[in-house]
């Protein structure tokens, strides 16, 4: 364990810049919302830098310096934006206070390694904001996405009322709409008749080739790995493109069988990688004394082997899952009206006519995902338990 290094109060000259460097990155976004970014700069890394001086040099108690930042910055926010203006300013204030204080204190040395140099220290945080930038970023485009989804009005946009926190602004509407339209619920139907049913053929598929491939004796392994997992690198539309001139030579174009098989074959290489990772950890002489003791290969494989490597075959088949059940250009090609799924309604909906159900219909898959993920992350944890890899 790291031991605690001592706290020391750092100079004005150290943690003044850098808070006022966090309020500059701040008030760029605030600026450029009011219509200046450049001007939000300057106002942002100077006020920043001021208050930070003072409630640290000025004010005794750091407690009552760190509310009276949350709550200067909230009244700010309500005089820029309202209600919600005021409710994002005060997380600001607080993360402020919080930040000046953390600096000032010394605090950031307290958990990380005492011998280490300032670089080294700037790196160790720099990563972690770096992380963070990258994840805020990615996970942006659903934050906005979620939110639109109970907008009162036919708009893609934020209305007024939503800003301002009305509830008038704000309905299910468009999940009612999504749970009602035929035309949505027949393509859910769809997606629900394919996906699990591609799901079952990569799952079956997928792990007997990873248990084939993890063999040694196996000749040209490498090779047929690089086959089989070639669904994932080679681009979707040429993938697609070759499914359509083959199925529409052996009949299978435009039909049930024709999709769901399009899509298992897109799933099989989620299996393939998840079992195979599963089986690096396998200890093989199970497997012998299984055979010692009289029991015949199908025997040793669901009652010895199954067993252990289960978690990374649930994780493959989720994966395969939400494949298939939110892949939109296979299904165009391969797939005809009657196979309309979620993912191709949703584009038809944009295509076509501006459906606000999208939105909805977005965030169901969304939570859908979240916790499809969630399960998958249990069962890694699970199976390196079983494993021995993980102490708890």
Aim: charged share 10%; with cysteine.
């Amino acid at each position: 364990m790291t031991a605690l290094t001592p706290i020391s109060r750092k100079p004005v000259s150290f943690y003044v810049p850098v808070v006022a460097a966090a309020g500059a990155l701040a008030g760029l976004f605030i600026g450029t919302a009011q219509g200046s970014g450049l001007l939000g700069i300057l106002i942002g890394g100077l006020v920043i830098a001021a208050l930070a001086w003072a409630a640290t040099q000025l004010v005794p108690s750091e407690k009552a310096a760190r509310w009276g930042l949350a709550i200067l910055f909230a009244g700010g926010g309500a005089l820029l934006g309202g209600l919600p203006g005021g409710i994002v300013g005060a997380a600001f204030g607080w993360f402020f206070g919080w930040f000046s204080f953390w600096l000032y204190e010394g605090r950031y040395r307290a958990r990380i390694a005492p011998y280490l140099t300032p670089g080294q220290v700037l790196w160790h945080y720099s990563f972690r904001v770096i992380c963070g930038a990258i994840l805020i970023f990615l996970i942006t485009p659903i934050l906005v996405v979620m939110p639109l989804s109970f907008n009162a009005e036919n708009f893609f946009t934020f209305t007024p009322e939503m800003l301002r926190l009305d509830p008038a602004g704000y309905s299910l509407k468009h999940y009612r709409d999504f749970f009602t339209n035929s035309d949505w619920q027949h393509a859910l139907w769809n997606s629900v008749k394919i996906a699990p049913a591609a799901t079952i053929l990569s799952v079956s598929f997928g792990t007997l080739a990873a248990i084939g491939l993890s063999s040694e004796h196996v000749p040209f392994r490498r090779s047929i790995m690089a086959i089989l997992i070639s669904p994932m690198i080679v681009p979707l539309i040429i993938s697609a493109a070759g499914m359509y001139f083959f199925y529409s030579r052996i009949g299978l174009q435009g039909t049930y069988i024709g999709v769901v098989l399009a899509h298992a074959a897109l799933g099989i290489p989620f299996v393939i990688i998840t079992v195979t990772a599963t089986l690096v950890g396998f200890d093989r002489s199970l497997t012998r004394a299984a055979a010692n003791m009289g029991a015949d290969p199908v025997t040793t494989f669901f009652r010895v082997q199954m067993p252990l490597i289960m978690p990374g075959v649930i994780s493959g088949g989720l994966f395969a899952f939400i494949t298939s059940f939110d892949e939109v250009v296979v299904v165009l090609f391969v797939g005809s009206a009657g196979q309309k799924t979620l993912p191709w309604q949703m584009f038809t909906g944009l295509r076509e006519q501006i459906s606000p159900t999208i939105l909805a219909v977005a965030t169901i898959l969304v939570g859908i995902s979240i916790a499809l993920l969630a399960t998958v992350e249990l069962l890694r944890r699970r199976s390196e338990r079983l494993r021995g890899m993980s102490p708890s």
